[in-house]
């Protein structure tokens, strides 16, 4: 191209953060457990039941966001405080908290964009056999119009499921239940069903009572690349990027199952059973936009059909190298990684967000993205982060380049407004800009500090992107 489009005027420069890995208060004010409560930590894990302690000092958090000049706050509802039985009886505390929470961001003229669900299923509703229970879905339904009623007015951007794709594909990602037993293939791939149905009637029930809202599902999505040109590194790489990305978004758009994703499942014993009316139910969900969280891209070569294609464990991670006769994952000598082991790859996003556009025709926000680490506080007061102002930058860039690309990309709210607990590593895996003086224990006064990365952002979203 011999022009660069700028960012559009009303570009929603925000950063995002869940329920459980900010708020704290876990069992405050009417709250019950959610699954994510009860998951079995390791001895030495980081204290999850105060997080960032977000819940007691939201009013500093969002004038501090003020500050940083976001145009948007993604952040999720935790279930468990609106529904404490995960149906009937509303908590009236729980749904205050949200309606201060929205007042103060809007009140900074700052966008609300709301995850409905973000991993943390009520407990009890896990206890009657969560999302393997057809109920469930109505469980789903009940709380989203609890929330389309009581902020239908004033939420313009609703989000279904947080990374259901996770969810499905690698449970053990957000931690390990009671007894370290992960439900088998079969029983995700129908519980996947049943979020479906659920997202698809939620989408629905939006529509009808939030005339002005919008919504749409929240997947983790990213492109692969095949190893070599190898035709056969091709077909690998294509199977795992619709098996991991596309089957999802496809049946959350168009409301039907991806034809590749349906025969693996079938060809496995794997296809959910639907019941008479889910066709038509899927159907129903029409999403207003796509949103994605992207961090990494992965590189795929074809399987040797043995057991090199499988799982490892390499330190406290489990790698998933791949699946039998479907795909095994390899190296990319192109992209650098983070402390973390996951890829770096900034192109990756742009090929990411024309690949979305591409198949779905629809606006994009990204909803996460960045770079996870264990920042820390010098004895001078300030957080040196250059490697995440490095990692935006080129990210932003590359975002740019879409929307030259032709892209319709709506904002960028990246992980995280402030730092949280991360999934499964801990409090010293950090990603926002704004530091949280805590360690994994120990809570010592949890005071806020601006990271270098606070000021970048800050100019960035003041330039409307132009200083980088
Ligand atoms: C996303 C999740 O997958 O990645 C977030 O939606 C999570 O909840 C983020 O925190 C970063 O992952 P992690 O494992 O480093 O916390």
Redesign the pocket.
Request: glycine residues 8%; without cysteine.
């Given at each position: 191209f011999q022009t660069l489009k700028g960012f559009p005027k009303d570009f929603l420069w925000g950063a995002s953060t869940?329920a459980y890995?900010v708020e704290g208060a876990w069992n405050e004010d009417g709250k019950s457990p959610s699954v994510v409560d009860m998951l079995v930590h390791p001895e030495e894990a980081a204290d999850f039941t105060v997080a960032s302690d977000h819940y007691h000092r939201f009013r500093e958090d969002v004038a501090l966001f003020a500050e940083l000049g976001l145009k948007a706050y993604r952040f999720s509802v935790a279930w468990t405080r609106i529904l404490p039985h995960g149906t009937g009886e509303v908590n009236q505390a729980g749904l205050a908290f949200y309606q201060q929470l929205i007042d103060e961001l809007l009140h900074h003229g700052i966008e609300p964009v709301v995850t409905l669900y973000?991993?943390d299923l009520p407990y009890i509703l896990e206890q009657q056999g969560g999302w393997s229970n057809r109920a469930t879905i109505d469980a789903f339904v009940e709380y989203a119009g609890v929330l389309f009623t009581a902020f239908g007015s004033k939420i313009k951007y609703w989000l279904t499921i947080?990374?259901q794709n996770?969810l499905i594909l690698h449970p053990g990602?957000?931690g390990m239940p009671e007894g370290g037993e992960l439900p088998s293939k079969q029983v995700l791939y129908q519980q996947n069903h049943h979020m479906m149905v659920a997202q698809a009637r939620v989408m629905a029930l939006c529509h009808q009572r939030c005339p002005a809202g919008k919504i749409g599902p929240?997947i983790?999505t990213t492109s692969m690349y095949q190893e070599t040109c190898h035709p056969l590194d091709a077909i690998a790489a294509h199977n795992w990027e619709t098996l991991r990305c596309w089957s999802f978004l496809d049946v959350a758009v168009h409301g039907r199952y991806n034809a590749l994703a349906w025969r693996y499942l079938e060809d496995r014993g794997l296809a959910p059973v639907m019941a008479a009316e889910d066709a038509a139910l899927l159907l129903q969900g029409k999403p207003d936009y796509v949103a994605i969280?992207y961090?990494s891209t992965a590189t795929i070569a074809a399987s040797r059909g043995d057991a090199s294609d499988v799982s490892a464990r390499a330190g406290d991670q489990q790698i998933m190298l791949g699946e039998p006769g479907v795909y095994r994952a390899a190296e990319n000598p192109f992209v650098d990684k983070t402390q973390?082991g996951?890829v770096i790859d900034p192109v990756g996003l742009r090929l990411t967000l024309r690949k979305t556009c591409e198949r779905y025709h629809l606006p994009i926000l990204i909803t996460?993205n960045?770079i996870?680490a264990p920042d820390t506080l010098q004895p001078d007061g300030t957080v040196n982060d250059d490697y995440r102002i490095e990692f935006m930058r080129q990210h932003v860039e590359q975002m740019q380049m879409a929307i030259n690309d032709g892209v319709e990309l709506i904002g960028y709210c990246p992980?995280?407004a402030i730092d949280?607990?991360?999934?499964?590593?801990g409090y010293a895996?950090r990603?926002g800009f704004i530091y949280v003086n805590r360690g994994e224990k120990d809570l010592l006064d949890l005071r806020r500090i601006k990271k270098n990365s606070f000021g970048w952002y800050q100019r960035v979203i003041a330039s409307n992107g132009e200083q980088r």
């Open positions: 869940s890995q973000h991993f947080n990374e996770t990602a957000v929240a983790n969280n961090y973390y996951w996460e960045g996870g992980w995280a949280v607990v991360s999934t499964h590593q895996k990603y």
